[in-house]
């Protein structure tokens, strides 16, 4: 295998797709989705968010093949997008999916922080947080 500039940097920013997915468990966004979808503006004000952040957020999900955008059909003239889960990612990101991997996601998100501090672990020879907080305490 031989390595490439562009190898490179797929690795080193390989955390940018899985904080899209972070961001959206976090804010329960595919809560918001599950079902027949929502538009940006929709969704941002059930989440109490930004609008113009979280059609930003809606469009990285989509370009990592996540969500399907549509227009509007709904309501004559709207130039807004709905947002929907496609089916096969929806197993994985709703509560009623047969597959729903919600906690586990959300368990990879608390455990990013600790990923950060990789190179004071190795510095220090010592876990960044005690054995233990793994466990529960």
Known sequence: MSWTIDRFMQLATGYWPA???SASVQLGLFEVLEGKGATAKEAAARLGASPAHTSELLDALTALDILDKRADTAQAGSKESVYKIKPSAAQFLTRSGSWCILDALQYNTDLYPL???????????????????????
């Open 19 to 21: 904080s899209v997915i």
């Open 115 to 137: 990923w950060g501090r990789l190179a004071e672990c190795v510095r220090n020879g010592k876990p960044v947080i005690p054995v233990g907080a793994h466990l529960g305490g």
